[in-house]
C-alpha cells in the first residue's frame, strides 16, 4: 500500500476479508484483485508442495482456501492469487508464477490441486503466484517505519519534522476499525468497498491532515531564541526541544487521550497569558496552575513536556 502510494497509483485494500489482504488494483473503477495469503516461519526449511496443499479432516488446503475465496469475485475481476512467504519453497527461493515452476514440481502441484478440486485446470496455474519476502519477522515494525518515513520524505520533503508513528497507530486503528465489521455482514462487492477497504483517497487525506495540522505549529526556532533573552539556561533550552518533539507526537495523536485531557486542561489556563510579562513567565505559571491542581497525568509530569503542549494549544487557539 505504501509502495503504491509513493508510486502516485490507484488502490484500495481490504484486510482480514477471506485472505490475509484483498488488494484492487483501483479504488473508483477495480477491475483488478489480488488475493494475498501470508504466511511466516521462523524455521529457515523451504515451504514445501506437500504443506501448502495439505488437508486436515476435509478441509481446504492453505492454496485451496485461496481457490475457494477467490471464487466469488472471478466474473468480476481479472485475478491473482499471491502466497507470499518469508522462507524459499522447494520450488523456487525467488517470486515466481505456478505455470512458471519446472515441469516436475509443476505436475506434483496439480495433481495435488486437482484431487481438491477436480474441475481445477492447467491454465489456471497462471493466476497463482508465490513471493519470497526478505523481511525478518523480528523486524516488521522497524520496517514499515523505514518505509513509512520515506513515503513522508517523498510527500513533505526531508525537513519536515514529524514522528511517523503516530500516523501509523491512526492508520492501523482505521485497519482495525475495518476489520471489526462482521464479514457476515458483506453481502456484495459495494459493501465490501465501503465497510472493509482502505482507499488512495482515505490515505491522501490523512497526509493532507498531517500536512495542514503541522503547518499550524510555532516557529521553535524563534521560540527558543525568546526563551533564553528571558533567562532560560542553555539546557534547559535542550530540554524543552527535546520535549517538543515528544509534545508535538503526542499532540497530533488522537487516540492519545491522556494527552487530550491535559491539552484541555491547559486550554482552560490560557487566561493566564495577559497576566505574564513574557512567554516564560507564562509557561511557569500555567504549569504551576496544573500542578497545584493534580491536572498533569503521570506520564507527563516533565515540566518542559507540559511547557512544550502549552505551546502548542497556545498556538492553535490564536
Same mark, same amino acid.
Given at each position: 500500500m505504501l509502495d503504491r502510494h509513493q508510486a502516485e497509483l490507484?488502490?484500495?485494500?481490504?484486510?482480514?476479508f477471506h485472505d490475509d489482504v484483498l488488494f484492487f488494483h483501483s479504488e473508483n473503477s477495480p477491475a483488478k484483485v489480488d488475493f494475498i495469503q501470508v504466511k511466516t516461519s521462523k524455521k529457515a526449511d523451504p515451504r514445501k508442495i506437500s504443506e501448502l496443499t495439505a488437508r486436515k479432516d476435509g478441509a481446504n488446503s492453505v492454496v485451496g482456501k485461496m481457490l475457494q475465496n477467490s471464487s466469488s469475485l472471478e466474473n468480476d475481476f481479472e485475478i491473482r492469487m499471491i502466497l507470499v512467504s518469508n522462507n524459499a519453497f522447494e520450488f523456487s527461493d525467488a517470486d515466481i508464477c505456478a505455470s512458471e515452476m519446472d515441469s516436475k514440481h509443476k505436475q506434483k502441484f496439480l495433481n495435488k490441486l486437482k484431487e481438491e478440486f477436480p474441475e481445477f485446470s492447467e491454465d489456471r496455474l497462471?493466476? =497463482?503466484?508465490?513471493?519470497? @519476502?526478505?523481511?525478518?519477522?523480528?523486524?516488521?515494525?522497524?520496517?514499515?517505519?523505514?518505509?513509512? #518515513?520515506e513515503l513522508f520524505e517523498k510527500r513533505f520533503g526531508k525537513d519536515f519534522k514529524i514522528n511517523v508513528s503516530t500516523w501509523i497507530r491512526l492508520i492501523q486503528g482505521e485497519i482495525n476499525r475495518k /476489520?471489526?465489521?462482521?464479514?457476515?455482514?458483506? /453481502? /456484495?462487492?459495494?459493501? =465490501?468497498?465501503?465497510?472493509?477497504?482502505? @482507499?488512495?483517497?482515505?490515505?491522501? #487525506?490523512? =497526509?493532507t491532515d498531517v500536512e495542514n495540522r503541522h503547518k499550524n505549529t510555532p516557529d521553535i526556532g524563534w521560540l527558543k531564541n525568546q526563551l533564553s533573552a528571558h533567562g532560560w539556561s542553555y539546557d534547559d533550552v535542550i530540554s524543552f526541544d527535546k520535549a517538543y518533539a515528544r509534545a508535538l507526537s503526542d499532540y497530533n495523536d488522537p487516540n492519545n487521550?491522556?494527552? &487530550?485531557? =491535559? #491539552?484541555?486542561?491547559?486550554?482552560?489556563?490560557?487566561? &493566564?497569558?495577559?497576566? #505574564?510579562? /513574557?512567554?516564560s513567565d507564562f509557561l511557569d505559571a500555567v504549569y504551576s496552575e496544573l500542578s497545584s491542581a493534580g491536572e498533569i497525568p503521570a506520564p507527563y509530569q516533565n515540566k518542559f513536556y507540559v511547557y512544550a503542549l502549552t505551546v502548542l494549544v497556545q498556538y492553535e487557539k490564536q
Open positions: 490507484d488502490y484500495m485494500v481490504a484486510f482480514e497462471v493466476q =497463482l503466484h508465490f513471493r519470497v @519476502s526478505k523481511i525478518a519477522v523480528d523486524h516488521i515494525d522497524t520496517f514499515l517505519k523505514g518505509r513509512t #518515513q /476489520n471489526n465489521h462482521p464479514a457476515t455482514a458483506i /453481502n /456484495n462487492v459495494d459493501d =465490501l468497498i465501503a465497510h472493509k477497504c482502505i @482507499s488512495k483517497s482515505f490515505i491522501e #487525506q490523512t =497526509l487521550e491522556e494527552c &487530550l485531557l =491535559l #491539552q484541555k486542561c491547559i486550554a482552560g489556563k490560557l487566561s &493566564l497569558i495577559k497576566t #505574564q510579562e /513574557n512567554i
